[in-house]
């Protein structure tokens, strides 16, 4: 049973519109979430990351929301560029371990021209 | 810019053969990673390294070891490849052991299990 779920594969997205990724998780020990952009033939680089005693984290045009009550975190990204396009993935650490990140399955995002 | 390079892009392998998957990072990073990425499954941790020959069971590690003999180089081994080991092998590194340091992640390594 996967504790870090992202339900939508992929998501397409006007160049210039809001882009929302989301993400649930089922653990409620997780107290420290990330995310990471993944583009083809390359690895994983980490986007921007929250703390469960904050509820919101902005990094220019990247904001983490983070809703405890509902296990669920959303990545926006505004404005969409097209070098935004990439899979994007959730991960989430739990208090009680020193280094397990747990990831989500991705959301490939298409930001269109 | 911390660099970890895995030294093939591409890999096919018969089953049963002895596969070796290299990873250096040039940062002097504490702690070494390797996942496995799987469409629909996410990134799933296989072994962690904390320290020169030490090592820690991740959340799949049948069917692998690892081999860390020098403090900027990690080592995946499938002992005996099976068809199931098909899949995209990353590996990262970290500064520290804190559970909130950022990874630093390879390009990967498609294996092909025939």
């Known amino acids: 049973d996967q504790q870090v779920k992202q339900n939508s594969p992929s998501l397409s997205v006007q160049e210039g519109r809001i882009s929302i990724l989301n993400c649930d998780y089922t653990?409620?020990?997780?107290?420290?979430f990330l995310w990471y952009k993944k583009y083809p033939a390359e690895g994983p680089t980490f986007l921007i990351s929250i703390s469960s005693i904050k509820d919101k984290n902005e990094d220019g045009r990247f904001t983490v929301f983070l809703n405890k009550s509902a296990k669920h975190l959303s990545l926006h990204i505004v404005p969409s560029q097209p070098g935004d396009s990439a899979v994007y993935f959730c991960a989430a650490s739990a208090m009680d371990s020193s280094y397990k990140l747990i990831f989500g399955s991705g959301t490939r995002l298409l930001v269109r021209p | 810019d911390v660099k970890v390079t895995q030294s093939s892009r591409y890999l096919v392998k018969r089953t049963g053969e002895k596969v070796f998957l290299e990873c250096v990072q040039d940062m002097d990073h504490e702690n070494m990673f390797w996942y496995r990425q799987d469409p629909g499954l996410g990134l799933r941790l296989i072994y962690f390294?904390?320290?020169?020959?030490?090592?820690e069971k991740g959340d799949i590690p049948e069917g692998y070891s690892v081999s860390r003999e020098k403090k900027e180089r990690f080592s995946l081994i499938l002992e005996s490849a099976s068809t199931n080991q098909t899949s995209m092998y990353l590996c990262a590194s970290s500064l520290s052991g804190g559970r909130r340091e950022k990874l630093f992640f390879g390009s990967g390594t498609q294996l092909s299990v025939l």
């Open positions: 390294s904390y320290d020169v020959k030490m090592k």
């Open positions: 653990n409620s020990m997780f107290d420290y």
